[in-house]
């Protein structure tokens, strides 16, 4: 950026510190704030009762049975949170190369987004629509012989699961698997089934990142072979996001997503200008468990870190984050304005 404004040429000694001297004048012009709206609260699920079990690589984040997970749901709906992202653990007993059970309208997720909107009928529920939890192989979607993974075959099912969750009475599907065209076909279909007003959260520019290791220990679904450099994009590239978002929004996406967060707040920055949707970030696994590594050894300062970091992702130009801090933040007595 050039330093062309006519205010810099001022023959007036300029004190921009005048405006930082009290925390009541840092707030009268602050530019960017974060409120509770904003925070998408992403929750794992698992099958069985009275079942609690922390996630080892992520403190303070837990994989529930669906009883519990209402009465977490509670807590965090009194606490000011109004949106979750659900997540399964399915036993490997009902895992397949073809991710049957990811569409079974009696499975997990279906059982769980009935039950929470019978008891948390406000409450947003936004439902992952992908195949690794359901894979026996940890991928995204169908494998053949040679280890390749199908694209137009896995979006079929994928357009299924879509379906059932919708049926089920998800608010936002959210594909989060990358395949090409999906976003397209899983609009045509819902409106095919009259659920036109399910939206879709599309995970838009999500890269192969090293960040997804400990959401892929909590649900047990890293990939049994190679990895997923094929279908999610490449780190190196910028110019690709634009494409990936411009895709998913002529096919149909009500709001769309980079993921990771952190290490691509300037892929955030860089999509705005492109379009008009609301852009979600996800504040992934990795990136919450490090810092929680380090805040448990006393090296960085948890709350403030936590709050600078969700700030730093709505500055860079998110609308939304779905981060593992929402219930901590809420915690905090940040407000909704
Ligand atoms: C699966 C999916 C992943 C995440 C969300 N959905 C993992 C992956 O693509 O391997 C990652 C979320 C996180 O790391 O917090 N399609």
Same mark, same amino acid.
């Given at each position: 950026m050039t330093l062309s404004l006519p205010e810099l040429s001022s023959p007036i000694f300029q004190r921009p510190r005048r405006l930082r001297q009290s925390a009541g004048l840092r707030r009268l012009v602050r530019e960017t704030h974060l409120q509770l709206d904003d925070l998408i609260y992403p929750l794992f699920v698992m099958e069985g009762e009275n079942q609690r079990v922390e996630v080892p690589s992520m403190p303070g984040i837990y994989r529930y049975s669906l009883d519990l997970l209402l009465e977490e749901l509670s807590t965090v709906q009194e606490l000011g949170l109004s949106a979750i992202a659900l997540f399964p653990l399915i036993p490997d007993s009902q895992k397949n190369n073809q991710g049957r059970e990811s569409y079974n309208p009696n499975g997990l997720i279906p059982r769980a987004i009935r039950a929470i909107k019978q008891t948390f009928p406000d409450l947003i529920v936004i439902t992952d629509v992908a195949l690794d939890p359901y894979s026996d192989q940890g991928h995204d979607g169908i494998v053949d012989e040679n280890g390749k993974i199908l694209n137009d075959e896995t979006v079929a099912v994928l357009v299924k699961q879509a379906l059932v969750q919708a049926e089920a009475g998800a608010d936002l599907v959210a594909p989060?698997?990358?395949?090409?065209?999906r976003i397209g076909a899983i609009r045509k279909a819902l409106d095919a089934a009259e659920? !036109?007003?399910?939206?879709i959260l599309a995970y838009s520019a999500k890269y192969a990142s090293a960040y997804y290791g400990p959401f892929r220990d909590a649900l047990d679904s890293?990939?049994?072979?190679?990895?997923k450099k094929t279908y999610q994009m490449d !780190?190196?590239?910028?110019?690709e996001a634009i494409k990936e978002v411009a895709l998913d929004r002529v096919e149909g996406a009500d709001i769309i997503m980079v993921k990771p967060a952190l290490a691509y707040l300037d892929i955030i920055a860089r999509i705005k200008p492109y379009t008009y949707t609301p852009i979600a970030a996800y504040n992934v696994s990795g990136e919450y468990a490090m810092i929680k590594a380090a805040a448990q050894r006393g090296w960085v300062e948890e709350k403030t870190i936590v709050l600078e970091t969700l700030t730093s992702i709505k500055r860079a130009g998110a609308d939304l984050i779905l981060t593992y801090f929402a219930k901590q933040v809420a915690q905090l007595g940040i407000k909704n304005s």
């Open positions: 989060s698997d990358m395949m090409d065209g659920h !036109i007003q399910t939206g890293a990939p049994k072979f190679g990895d !780190i190196a590239n910028s110019r």
